[in-house]
């Protein structure tokens, strides 16, 4: 996608005139924060002013009007009266008095309930202040609202007998909150806000400006913003006007609640914050544009060079040296900068880069054919390979003759690398492209694919068979032994052909049929070579496909174990398991172990899968013990790729200390065949495991390497005689003696013997009395699914024993 171009200099003016906006923006926000705070301030400064005034007001009435209560209430006056209807008429008697001059409103002198004096009927909110007087004894004074609203004071009294009375005043506070007027410059309003009201709901008992008032009422507030207005106050505007409200409680009752609102025109001081706040706008402004122009002026020059100097580098992308040279750059007369360096570093790249631009000519072509040929060993490598290849096929299209890929694999080249180290395995490397090359006719070409991979392409072939004749010489060449320094290397390789006369055909596809025949080689023991068919694809894919499976199947938990009773001969004494894997596939129902463990044999999924089976192994007999079976063993099979894994020793000493089992419950089964591909690292395992309390058997003895040389080497303990010498035992002499001499030379090395496959009473007796240990057949019981094997112990069991012994005994 195409960029849209801003120059350096737009974008270096934008940078410093942007920094100065939010920097001007800033100290505007700084001073409007200011001026909002010293608004909220001056009304809290306002309402606490009033709050005080009124608190004066209203203390100096009420003092006043103590005064006159205490007079009447002075010990040596009311001591003077028999009973309180006698004070009551001096009360009467002054009463014009005392109104005169203190502008009371009413008195009440009250006994109990009896009312001994009154200017006017009592109230039920006097009763109560009389009564809190005589109940308390001490003054009471409280503010009560109605049309008008009232100070209220309230003192005891006390007659010649000690007889308690009240005597309470009331006095009109109209005066007092007009005062605020007089004195605050404000003005003043008393309203009765109904419960759960507005202020368009209030009534006006007292003002001393109506329209203000009356618009205030108009404003027609939300009932459920009168609390926060009561506390936070209103600020509005009336007749071009600016005017802030606050709220004065005064008391409360049914009716509702009374306030004393406080008007303040703050008219002069919004105008002189709004003129503040316009001039600093504009100074701000003012400066803005000031400095931005310096800004620009003092950065134009400089912009203006950069802006030059880049219109000119890209010659130097182009190779165009000379004339990025004869570009004219301005230059400070007075004193060089920065961007004077630049120029000057840039003037001398361009020579450099001349230089180098020639000398990358120069080295072009050798870096070509480097490319074309591997490293180690001087062969061509994978990319000449597809380029020889691409020849042949192109060939094909006028010639009669065909040719054909060989994909060629040192067998157990690995091995070499992990016991004497990639120098030696890169030695060996080196002397096999030696061997291949001598063998190659001057028409072939050798080429190294990668790691011992081998690639050789046979020309002018006129059918496959002539190119397995010539695929058999390579093979040859290995025949004999590596000498590298002082070690000796028998090495065999395993070979993939494939014979191509279609000039259609591609590269890969012959590189991987050739690999496909080649791996097919290997599997079958390599030192051979395999020309491809279709049928090995179908065999890969069916490989791949059954890979995919078994990770699927691990993750989804469709394998589980089936355990095969073993039975002591002597004693008929149940001694354990052999645990067999079971696949039970969501689609495909069971699949037996023959159908995926063959294609799985040598797969990193099969180490995987052998490590489930170990670990699972290993929870079944700790539920076993827990039971009560404490003696029991279960033999587990190792494939050759688990057993010769590095990490099996760890992990079977981890599972031990996790679940903390003893190791005497686990018999480990190997092959012939594992045991035979490298004894010597096979013993070394074998007896470190030993040490731990491990045991070993030898599965389906007989049948591939059997050896007594390597047998009395081994710390084994078992050995297992397979189902098919079995099977035929008493119908066949062979057999018969197979099993008897193999018994004989097992008990010779002081070893156990298992009998595998035992289907009927007359072979159990027969390996019975012919010293057979231990029976594991259909005869005892198929495989127990691991679900069912409690339930299976108990019913075939008793006290251990096999129920049915009595059988053959």
């Not at 009564?131 to 209220?152: A, H, N």
């Not at 496909?516 to 080689?521: C, K, L, P, Q, V």
């Not at 599997?523 to 491809?532: E, K, L, R, T």
């Not at 030993?690 to 303990?717: H, N, Q």
Request: glycine share 4%; aromatic share 12%; with cysteine.
């Amino acid at each position: 996608m195409k960029k849209f171009y801003v120059s350096v200099s737009f974008k270096l003016i934008s940078v410093l005139v942007g920094t100065l906006l939010c920097i001007s923006l800033f100290y505007s926000w700084l001073s409007f924060v200011k001026l909002e705070s010293d608004y909220a301030q001056h009304q809290e400064e306002a309402l606490e002013q009033g709050r005080n005034f009124f608190d004066m007001q209203s203390l100096q009435l009420v003092q006043k009007l103590q005064m006159l209560v205490e007079w009447f209430s002075d010990p040596s006056l009311s001591s003077q009266y028999q009973n309180f209807h006698e004070l009551g008429q001096t009360l009467q008697l002054h009463f014009e008095q005392i109104q005169l001059h203190l502008d009371i409103e009413d008195i009440w002198l009250v006994q109990d309930d009896q009312i001994s004096f009154k200017t006017s009927p009592i109230a039920s909110d006097i009763l109560q202040i009389s009564q809190q007087v005589q109940l308390k004894q001490e003054p009471v004074s409280k503010i009560l609202c109605d049309r008008q609203c009232f100070q209220t004071v309230g003192l005891p009294i006390m007659n010649q007998h000690g007889e308690v009375a009240s005597i309470v005043i009331k006095a009109n506070m109209s005066d007092t909150l007009l005062a605020f007027n007089q004195l605050l410059g404000s003005e003043v309003s008393v309203l009765r806000i109904p419960h759960h009201g507005s202020l368009n709901d209030a009534e006006v008992l007292l003002t001393s400006n109506q329209p203000i008032v009356d618009y205030v009422k108009t404003l027609n507030l939300d009932p459920s913003s009168i609390d926060s207005t009561m506390t936070q106050g209103l600020n509005f505007s009336f007749q071009e006007r600016f005017y802030l409200i606050n709220f004065l409680s005064l008391t409360s009752n049914e009716k509702g609640f009374y306030s004393l609102i406080l008007i303040e025109d703050l008219s002069q001081y919004t105008t002189e914050s709004e003129l503040y706040r316009n001039q600093f706008l504009a100074a701000v402004i003012a400066f803005f544009i000031v400095v931005s122009i310096v800004v620009y002026m003092i950065s134009r020059t400089f912009t203006e060079r950069l802006v030059t100097l880049a219109s000119y580098l890209p010659l130097l992308a182009k190779k165009q040296f000379t004339e990025f040279r004869k570009a004219e750059f301005k230059r400070n007369n007075w004193f060089s900068d920065e961007l004077d360096t630049v120029i000057e570093s840039a003037t001398m790249l361009s020579y450099q880069l001349e230089k180098l631009n020639l000398k990358v000519t120069l080295k072009t072509n050798e870096l070509e054919n480097i490319a074309m040929y591997d490293l180690l060993t001087g062969l061509p490598n994978r990319n000449m390979l597809n380029f020889e290849l691409k020849k042949s096929l192109a060939k094909l299209r006028y010639s009669d003759q065909g040719f054909a890929l060989l994909f060629l694999d040192l067998d157990d080249f690995k091995k070499v690398n992990d016991s004497y180290g990639h120098s030696e395995g890169d030695k060996l490397l080196v002397e096999a492209a030696k061997r291949l090359n001598a063998c190659a006719r001057s028409i072939d070409v050798v080429c190294r694919f990668g790691g011992d991979e081998f690639v050789i392409i046979l020309s002018q072939l006129n059918s496959q068979e002539e190119g397995m004749t010539l695929a058999q010489e390579f093979l040859k060449q290995f025949k004999s032994a590596i000498k590298l320094d002082e070690n000796l290397f028998y090495v065999s390789t395993s070979l993939g052909l494939v014979y191509c006369t279609d000039h259609e055909a591609t590269a890969d596809d012959l590189i991987s049929s050739a690999d496909i025949a080649m791996y097919e080689a290997k599997m079958n023991g390599g030192d051979q070579c395999f020309a491809y068919d279709p049928a090995m694809y179908q065999r890969v894919a069916h490989r791949v496909m059954m890979e995919n499976d078994v990770r699927t199947a691990l993750l989804e938990h469709q394998f589980s174990l089936a355990l095969q009773p073993q039975i002591e001969a002597n004693t008929n004494r149940f001694i354990g398991f052999e645990a067999l894997l079971r696949w039970k596939h969501p689609e495909r129902g069971m699949i037996s172990p023959d159908d995926f463990i063959p294609v799985l044999e040598n797969s990193e999924q099969m180490v995987e899968l052998g490590y489930w089976v170990v670990r699972r192994c290993f929870e079944l007999v700790r539920n076993f013990i827990k039971l009560g079976y404490e003696d029991i063993r279960v033999a587990i099979n190792l494939s050759a790729n688990q057993f010769l894994d590095p990490n099996l020793v760890s992990f079977l000493t981890n599972l031990l200390e996790a679940y903390e089992l003893d190791a005497k419950h686990f018999e480990l089964e190997l092959t012939e065949q594992t045991l035979v591909e490298d004894i010597d690292n096979a013993i070394a395992v074998m007896v470190t495991l030993r040490e731990s309390g491990f045991s070993f058997a030898i599965d389906d003895f007989g049948t591939g390497y059997s050896s007594l040389a390597y047998l009395k080497r081994m710390p084994v303990d078992i050995i297992k005689i397979d189902k098919s010498f079995v099977f035929g035992m008493l119908e066949n002499n062979a057999d018969y003696q197979i099993i008897m001499s193999t018994i004989a030379m097992v008990k010779s090395l002081d070893l156990k013997v298992v009998a595998e496959g035992v289907e009927t009473s007359a072979q159990m007796r027969s390996l019975a009395e012919n010293g057979c240990d231990y029976f594991q057949g259909y005869y005892f019981s198929k495989p127990v699914p691991e679900d069912e094997i409690v339930d299976y112990i108990q019913e075939q069991f008793r006290h251990g024993i096999w129920n049915n012994a009595d059988v053959y005994q």
